[in-house]
């Protein structure tokens, strides 16, 4: 009876997982593209490349849901489910690779009759196994990075599920050892590799593993090439998902990253063009492969250090076929995530993570196979085993708790609380403004008034071609300047001429017509991040004044708007972020610019407010 109640163990961890996870949920938005998924899934855009149809789909599905009052709530309880889920899972893959490393160990092949009552008692011991899978499980939850996935939206929750997914069953197709058996697991196998694949590409980083596992079991059974091929039928049905970008672009959401409506625009895509230059770089926004090393061991709570050194000896010992396959799952990550440079990199590295606690969970094994041994009782080791991951939770809870995250909320809120009606918004800043904003405009109908013109797409030229459906009246006022640099745009990039200086006058023409043309009918206003006295021809004939966190353009002559002072509360974070520190940056110095501006005429008094 016992060890059937162990084989519940997998569904009882991702209750754990889960439950810790609603425990330290995002009320709403966060950073970084929290808001710009939440806004596709809602409104099924096109969210940046590579589009991510998949979870788009299955996060519209959950928008729906009555799970909770908002949307932005329903899609973070969302993510929560997929971590938890890929922690389940994680726990059928420890004790699928237990089995594999063990039966050997224990049965020694053939033997003699004497024998067999030894073997069948390892055997019966084996069962136990389900124990240090369980608690290899929570390890995974509780490791900083993975649970974080769990407590916000982001594809990197159903990502994180997919990697264990296809690691578990990658294995059991190398495993199987019927052709009946070895055909369904490789057809369920390429399936959900086609499906992550629609989810997330950085799937192609675990092909080498795969390569490396599937090609030893190809030459040894002589697998005929015709049917090797025939594995491509499932994966092709995965990335069929794919078909969603152009049909979805032909119906012009509200919110688009590109314009993947021709070969070519999704090819960019999916190649992530807008990013290229971040791929294969030198790290300076994320973290390096040398902080992984320095940091993994307080965000797996330091035991998981001497157990996954142990892990690796012991599985290099017993199947180093699997010792290389996990190796090279880590190894692509690391060298990946290391080296795309973007500030959340850090998420990349979760197949890292994944591999190396895969390692930890056979010294977790081997620990309660020595407490059994030593005390006699499966009850000691059972608890001894799950005392491990503790110290994970401790010392993990507070770097990622975000129960009382609402800075990004307040931001949004302060940003656009002293904004007139109708008036254009150049953002420069993606993570912290634009990206929530999609999703209280689209989703909420927050200041659903204003127009907000990004910076970066405007500059790729496929939002100057929304605007012409998004925002007739804006464009046709300033046709004449957006169809001039879209030329000069099309132009250059197809490699017709190479003037970069001339590319870059005429966008801040562009910028400059559209706001001249649109003034008389719409108040203009520019982020904090922007600086147009770098360059001359952002708006002559136009003079910025501060109010509240944005700049409020004025035309010579014309009288400027009293702005009073007044409070701007925000609720503070409980953890370090980078992105929360450029907020805390533009409070201070738009409040700095604002007593300035008081003091320049001559109003000492309300200067001094803006800076106490």
């Not at 005390?375 to 059972?382: D, E, K, L």
């Not at 991040?529 to 010579?556: A, Q, S, T, V």
Request: glycine share 6%; hydrophobic share 50%; with cysteine.
């Amino acid at each position: 009876m016992i060890p059937r109640i162990l084989k519940l163990l997998p569904v009882g961890v991702s209750l754990i997982a889960f439950l810790t996870y609603l425990f330290t949920l995002t009320p709403t938005v966060d950073f970084i593209d929290s808001g710009e998924l939440a806004a596709v899934c809602a409104n099924l855009g096109v969210a940046h490349p590579t589009g991510y149809p998949l979870f788009t789909l299955i996060g519209h599905f959950f928008s729906q849901l009555p799970l909770a009052d908002r949307v932005i709530e329903r899609l973070n309880i969302m993510s929560a489910l997929f971590a938890a889920a890929g922690a389940g899972v994680f726990v059928l893959l420890v004790r699928l690779l237990l089995r594999i490393i063990y039966t050997p160990a224990e049965t020694g092949g053939k033997r003699k009759k004497k024998g067999a009552k030894k073997n069948k008692a390892g055997l019966c011991n084996q069962r136990f196994l389900w124990l240090p899978a369980a608690a290899s499980g929570l390890l995974l939850a509780w490791a900083a990075v993975f649970w974080e996935t769990g407590t916000t939206l982001e594809v990197y929750s159903l990502h994180g599920l997919f990697t264990v997914l296809l690691l578990y069953l990658g294995i059991m197709y190398a495993e199987a050892d019927e052709k009946e058996k070895e055909w369904r697991w490789g057809l369920v196998f390429f399936l959900v590799l086609g499906l992550s694949l629609a989810n997330h590409l950085t799937t192609g980083l675990l092909l080498p593993a795969f390569f490396l596992l599937f090609l030893i079991q190809y030459i040894a059974q002589k697998t005929p090439l015709k049917r090797i091929l025939l594995v491509i039928v499932p994966v092709v049905i995965g990335l069929l998902f794919y078909l969603y970008l152009p049909i979805r672009a032909a119906s012009r959401p509200k919110i688009m990253w590109g314009i993947p409506d021709n070969l070519g625009a999704i090819w960019d895509n999916l190649t992530v063009r807008d990013f290229q230059s971040r791929l294969f770089s030198r790290q300076s926004e994320g973290e390096a492969w040398l902080d992984f090393f320095i940091r993994f061991p307080s965000r797996t709570g330091y035991l998981t250090v001497p157990l996954v050194v142990s892990g690796m000896i012991i599985i290099w010992r017993r199947r180093r076929r699997y010792f290389f396959f996990l190796l090279l799952v880590c190894l692509a990550a690391l060298f990946y995530a290391a080296t795309y440079n973007v500030g959340d990199n850090i998420f990349y590295f979760n197949p890292a993570y994944i591999a190396l606690i895969a390692y930890a969970a056979i010294g977790v094994a081997a620990v309660f196979n020595l407490c059994r041994r030593r005390f006699r009782s499966i009850t000691a080791a059972a608890l001894i085993v799950f005392l491990l991951p503790l110290p994970e939770l401790i010392l993990n809870w507070e770097r990622v708790d975000k129960r009382d995250n609402y800075f990004v909320e307040d931001f949004i809120y302060n940003l656009f609380e002293p904004i007139e009606p109708n008036a254009i918004l150049f953002a420069l800043d993606c993570q912290i403004l634009l990206h929530p904003i999609y999703y209280y405009q689209t989703v909420e109908g927050f200041r659903d008034d204003v127009i907000v013109l990004p910076n970066h797409g405007l500059q790729k030229g496929w939002f100057c071609r929304q605007m012409k459906y998004l925002y007739p009246d804006l464009y046709r006022r300033s046709a004449r300047e957006i169809e001039d640099y879209l030329d000069y745009l099309e132009k250059f990039e197809s490699g017709l001429t190479g003037n970069a200086a001339v590319l870059n006058q005429k966008y801040y023409r562009m910028l400059a017509g559209i706001i001249s043309r649109n003034y008389d009918w719409r108040p203009i206003y520019i982020t904090s991040e922007f600086n147009p006295e770098r360059n001359p021809f952002f708006h002559p004939g136009y003079f910025r004044i501060p109010e509240g966190l944005c700049w409020r353009l004025y035309r010579k002559g014309d009288p400027v708007r009293l702005f009073p002072y007044r409070e701007f509360e925000y609720r503070e974070l409980s953890y370090p972020h980078k992105d929360a520190d450029a907020a805390r940056h533009a409070y201070m110095y738009m409040f700095k610019e604002k007593a300035l501006f008081e003091k320049s005429r001559g109003n000492r008094e309300g200067a001094r407010q803006w800076i106490d």
